[in-house]
């Protein structure tokens, strides 16, 4: 139970993530949460460095695909960056992350999950043995719960480390 929500690897941001590491060991798919993954929460624009960062995995022979649990396309403009753009995504649910494997026709070995929330991102992920990268989340947020689930994310992470 616990290692389901160990990631596999961890990073302070998706532009710390070695492209090349990724296509050598065989990594085809990119399944990427956006919310203070790629936009930091409240923000209307992704970084720079982190658009940069999906262009060169693509162009290096990725598939980048976002995988929102929104119900909405909050961000349209970052479709034109991305092969798909998938909302109710229902992290951790692994419907979903089967239903984008199946799309792309890949398996779980050649998937990355990339996102900031060890209990949808990474744990979606790890039930179906898909690579998890767990990166720093852009902005801290919210209130009284959110604040609570950040306390015990960043006490994970320091287990991680
Ligand atoms: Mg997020």
């Not at 290096?60 to 798909?84: Q, R, T, W």
């Not at 990355?112 to 060890?118: A, H, K, P, T």
Request: glycine share 4%; proline share 3%; charged share 30%.
């Amino acid at each position: 139970m616990w290692k389901l929500i160990v990631p596999t690897k961890i990073a302070e941001s998706i532009q710390e993530i070695d492209v090349e590491y990724l296509i050598k060991n065989g990594k085809k798919l990119l399944l990427l949460d956006i919310d203070n993954t790629i936009v930091p929460r409240g923000d209307i624009e992704a970084p720079k460095e982190v658009m940069d960062w999906v262009k060169k995995a693509r162009k290096a022979g990725l598939i980048a695909c976002l995988m929102s649990n929104n119900n909405k396309k909050h961000f349209p403009y970052l479709e034109e960056f991305v092969d798909h753009y998938a909302i109710y995504s229902k992290k951790p649910f692994k419907a979903n992350y089967q239903r984008l494997m199946n799309k792309f026709g890949v398996s779980a070995n050649e998937t990355v999950m990339i996102g900031d929330q060890i209990f949808t991102d990474v744990l979606g992920a790890n039930r179906l043995g898909i690579h998890s990268i767990l990166v720093r989340r852009q902005k801290y947020y919210g209130k009284f719960f959110r604040v609570i689930l950040h306390k015990i994310e960043d006490k994970l992470w320091e287990k991680y480390e």
